[in-house]
């Protein structure tokens, strides 16, 4: 049967396919949507891990046991991952394992577009890249044979425009797992420096196993061209690279680590010029050179950012470029209408605090009218950041500073923290902005939500009782939408001479069943044009077609739930609609 597939979604049927017993990930675009289709097939048991560094973890404590397992993230996601990451290269995999790695080039949802064929290259195990949706079904069943076969994890390369572009996919049959067969093995998996020792060096015999069959594996192929020009790719790019240039020859490859050196020789001996066309760093560019291939790469084509056929072809032959592009005006993200992260973002403003933020929808507390948050490092840096900040600021002015944290990234990277600014006697105010979901990425389940991925109800954690357990004493919960509750209790624990945490509780209004119930409007005749309520940065409030009054969307209002912009209103010029 032909189903029309995301990159995803073909991800999710060649684990099905492939055997797959274990799934476990953390939610991170583009990698999102793998698990939450690997979680339909019931025969594969999935799950949310904490963070990425846990999910793999999980994965490799399957593999121990013979069942085929994996881990997928987005590429930062594997930053995380990678202390387990390494020490998985060094141990093998008894049963298959393969790791998602999910790139996204142009940052459409990232703090940065690092490349990570290179994690593949330092780990010294393999890199598979698909360039559609079929390959990446297909290419994730052969990702574990290949694990299986060379004893070793596999990490398998996605990107944005894979992960999400549909085409068509043939899907096949799954193949029965296999039983569990556990058994201890202290040389190999206790890695003591004893044991390690050996285990480097049965790495590098894998690695050079690996080369071979890099050299002669159908994941690299050939499509015969123009002797003109030859083009080297992988991944996505091939699909720019055939666009832009439909005549060339092309070396598609497959499997980019380890480099098949004989072959990309053998294939430039055919052709003029060789083109290397690569989205992020020149790894390919550079293990050609490194055989002695004369290349053209990236002093034509970028390095920054997303690629596209314009690009490709504009890049290597800017005359014969054919491709245009639409002037599209720019449209900054918002927090959703209703959105219970607004308050607490207005009154952090409103006195003029420092605040140290992390990475989820609150990132966008950042942007004007609410311009409220200082910084966004990385996942979890919010109260480490905050905590570095005390430690060098004057005692006055450390008292401005906040930590503003979700709360899935809370949990995912978020309690070191808090418990660093314990044990280290800081004095600021951690604040988890709590709308029960990661909601970012979609809505998934999160330790702090109360259900798992497949929607079974689990422990919700307690966050009073966690803070009290590292040596909070003060604790403090508000409702998100009491404006002047939040904002009093924010000025209060930030006085105070002791570190505090204040989760501001409102459930994602995307999830919110009274969202939109009794929408309000603005009273033109009571509105002075302030501007109060637009500072909320509420984008269901702008002026009205004079410009002398503000005008509240009742399509976009989220009603009853909200009501932040009345509260905030000097002349009570927000009122409900009548019906």
């Not at 940052?107 to 949706?133: T, W």
């Not at 052969?142 to 043939?170: G, K, N």
């Not at 020009?229 to 439909?246: D, K, L, N, W």
Request: glycine content about 8%; some cysteine; charged content about 25%.
């Amino acid at each position: 049967m032909v189903e029309l597939l995301s990159g995803n979604e073909a991800v999710a049927r060649g684990a099905f396919e492939a055997g797959v017993a274990v799934a476990a990930a953390y939610p991170g675009t583009p990698s999102t949507e793998i698990l939450e289709n690997v979680a339909k097939y019931k025969e594969i048991y999935s799950e949310w891990s904490p963070n990425e560094k846990a999910a793999l973890e999980v994965a490799i404590g399957a593999s121990f046991t013979g069942k085929r397992a994996m881990a997928a993230m987005k590429h930062v996601g594997v930053n995380v991952a990678a202390d387990p990451l390494f020490s998985a290269a060094y141990i093998g995999a008894s049963g298959g394992l393969v790791i998602v790695s999910a790139d996204d080039p142009g940052m459409h949802s990232s703090q940065n577009e690092q490349d990570n064929r290179h994690y593949g290259k330092l780990a010294k195990i393999p890199v598979i890249e698909p360039s559609d949706s079929q390959e990446a079904k297909d290419f994730f069943v052969r990702a574990f044979e290949i694990s299986e076969q060379f004893d070793t994890p596999v990490l398998f390369r996605m990107s944005t425009r894979v992960c999400h572009a549909l085409t068509p996919v043939e899907e096949g049959e799954r193949t029965p797992p296999v039983e569990a067969t556990y058994e201890k093995d202290f040389s190999r998996r206790v890695l003591v420096p004893a044991n390690a020792r050996p285990r480097h060096v049965l790495v590098e015999k894998r690695l050079v196993e690996l080369e071979k069959f890099a050299e002669t594996t159908d994941l690299n192929r050939e499509i015969e061209g123009e002797r003109s020009i030859g083009v080297i790719t992988s991944g996505i790019s091939y699909q720019y690279a055939r666009e832009a240039f439909p005549g060339a020859s092309f070396l598609k490859l497959g499997i980019c680590f380890p480099f098949p050196a004989e072959r990309v020789k053998a294939f430039a001996a055919k052709v003029d010029t060789v083109y290397v066309i690569e989205e992020g760093e020149p790894f390919i560019e550079e293990a050609a050179r490194l055989a002695g291939v004369t290349v053209i790469g990236k002093e034509k084509i970028s390095l920054c950012g997303e690629l596209n056929q314009r690009l490709v072809r504009e890049s290597f032959e800017p005359k014969k470029a054919e491709f245009s592009r639409a002037d599209v005006p720019g449209r900054p993200p918002v927090l959703c209408p209703g959105c219970p992260h607004r308050a607490a973002f207005a009154s952090i403003r409103k006195l003029r605090l420092h605040a140290m933020g992390d990475i989820g929808c609150y990132t966008l507390g950042a942007l004007p009218p609410l311009n409220a948050m200082d910084a966004c490092v990385c996942m979890g840096a919010s109260i480490t950041t905050a905590h570095g900040m005390e430690k060098a600021l004057s005692p006055d002015e450390a008292k401005k500073i906040v930590a503003v944290i979700g709360d899935s990234t809370f949990v995912h990277t978020g309690l070191t923290g808090l418990i660093n600014m314990v044990y280290n006697k800081a004095t600021f105010t951690a604040i988890i902005v709590d709308n029960s979901i990661t909601a970012m990425t979609g809505h998934q389940e999160h330790p702090g939500s109360g259900k798992t991925l497949g929607g079974e109800a689990t422990y919700k954690i307690d966050y009073e009782s966690l803070a009290k357990a590292v040596g909070i004493t003060r604790f403090e919960r508000v409702d998100a939408y009491d404006v002047k509750k939040v904002h009093e209790t924010i000025k209060a624990e930030t006085a105070a001479d002791a570190p505090s945490l204040i989760v501001v509780e409102g459930l994602c209004i995307l999830r919110n069943p009274e969202a939109g119930q009794s929408p309000r409007f603005v009273d033109e005749e009571l509105c002075i044009n302030c501007g109060m309520c637009r500072k909320t940065g509420c984008p269901a409030l702008s002026k009205n077609d004079a410009g002398d009054k503000s005008h509240l969307s009742a399509a976009l209002c989220a009603g009853q739930v909200c009501n932040v912009c009345a509260q905030v209103c000097p002349k009570d010029a927000i009122k409900p609609l009548e019906k």
